[in-house]
C-alpha cells in the first residue's frame, strides 16, 4: 500500500521560505510517476503547487513559478517543496500526493500539514 | 489556463436522493477528467478519472459521464457517508492542472 507523509514546519514567518517533505512508503519513487504538491487554503479550495518526475523534471503552476521550487531525493524515497518570500496568502493544509503515469490526475495522498504564515 | 467552474456551490440532498453535481472546462479536456470526495479535516479521495471510471473501491452508487466541456458525477442514493464536498480535476492540459471550486453535499 502506498503512502505518503507530509512533514515540515507548521508555523512560519512572513518573508521567510517554507519547507515540506514528503516521504514515500510502499512505492520506490524511482520506479517512477510524477509527484505532486497541492495546497488548500482554510475553508478554500484546492491548488496545484507543482510536481516533479523521478528524473527530476519539473513543472509548476505559473501563478507560483517564480516562488516555488521542488525536488527529489531518491535516496531516502522522499520529495521535497519550497516556497520563498511567503505571506499569510500561503497559509494552507499541503498535500503531497502520487499522480498516475500517462494520466495526471492523484491517487495517493498524504493526510496534509497545515502551515501557518504569520509573525 | 483551463478553468473548471463546479455547480452548484451547494447542494441540499436528503439521505437516501440522488445527487446530480455539475463541472464545466474552459474549453475541451476530452475525457481527462477526474472527481474527489473530500470530509472534513481528510485528504481528498480519489472517486473518478478518465470522466466515467470508478477508482479501486468507490461503490457503484458514483457514476460520472461527460466529455470535452460538460461533466456530471451522480451519486445513486445518498449515504450518511457522502455527504461531503466533491472536486473535479482537469488532466488533460498543463500546466497547470486545476480543480474547480467544489461542490458540498450536505443533508436536507
Known amino acids: 500500500q502506498v503512502q505518503l507523509q507530509e512533514s515540515g514546519p507548521g508555523l512560519v514567518k512572513p518573508s521567510e521560505t517554507l519547507s515540506l517533505t514528503c516521504a514515500v512508503s510502499?512505492?520506490?519513487?524511482?520506479?517512477?510517476?510524477?509527484w505532486g504538491w497541492i495546497r488548500q487554503p482554510p475553508g478554500k479550495g484546492l491548488e496545484w503547487i507543482g510536481s516533479?518526475?523521478?528524473?527530476?523534471?519539473?513543472y509548476y503552476n505559473p501563478s507560483l513559478k517564480s516562488r516555488v521550487s521542488i525536488s527529489v531525493d531518491t535516496s531516502k524515497n522522499q520529495f521535497s517543496l519550497k516556497v520563498n518570500s511567503v505571506t499569510a496568502a500561503d497559509t494552507a493544509v499541503y498535500y503531497c500526493?502520487?499522480?498516475?503515469?500517462?494520466?495526471?490526475?492523484?491517487?495517493?495522498w498524504g493526510q496534509g500539514t497545515l502551515v501557518t504564515v504569520s509573525s | 489556463e483551463i478553468m473548471m467552474t463546479q455547480s452548484p456551490a451547494t447542494l441540499s440532498v436528503s439521505p437516501g436522493e440522488r445527487a446530480t453535481l455539475s463541472c464545466r472546462a474552459s474549453?475541451?479536456?476530452?475525457?481527462?477528467l477526474a472527481w474527489y470526495q473530500q470530509k472534513p479535516g481528510q485528504a481528498p479521495r480519489l472517486l473518478i478519472y478518465?470522466?466515467?471510471t470508478r477508482a479501486t473501491g468507490i461503490p457503484a452508487r458514483f457514476s460520472g459521464s461527460g466529455s470535452g466541456t460538460e461533466f456530471t458525477l451522480t451519486i445513486s442514493s445518498l449515504q450518511s457517508e457522502d455527504f461531503a464536498v466533491y472536486y473535479c480535476?482537469?488532466?488533460?492540459?498543463?500546466?497547470?492542472?486545476?480543480f474547480g471550486g467544489g461542490t458540498k453535499v450536505e443533508i436536507k
Open positions: 500526493a502520487r499522480q498516475i503515469r500517462a494520466s495526471y490526475y492523484f491517487d495517493y
Open positions: 510502499g512505492y520506490s519513487i524511482s520506479s517512477g510517476f510524477h
Open positions: 516533479i518526475y523521478h528524473s527530476g523534471a519539473t
Open positions: 474549453q475541451s479536456v476530452s475525457s481527462n
Open positions: 478518465g470522466a466515467s
Open positions: 480535476q482537469q488532466y488533460d492540459s498543463w500546466p497547470p492542472l486545476t
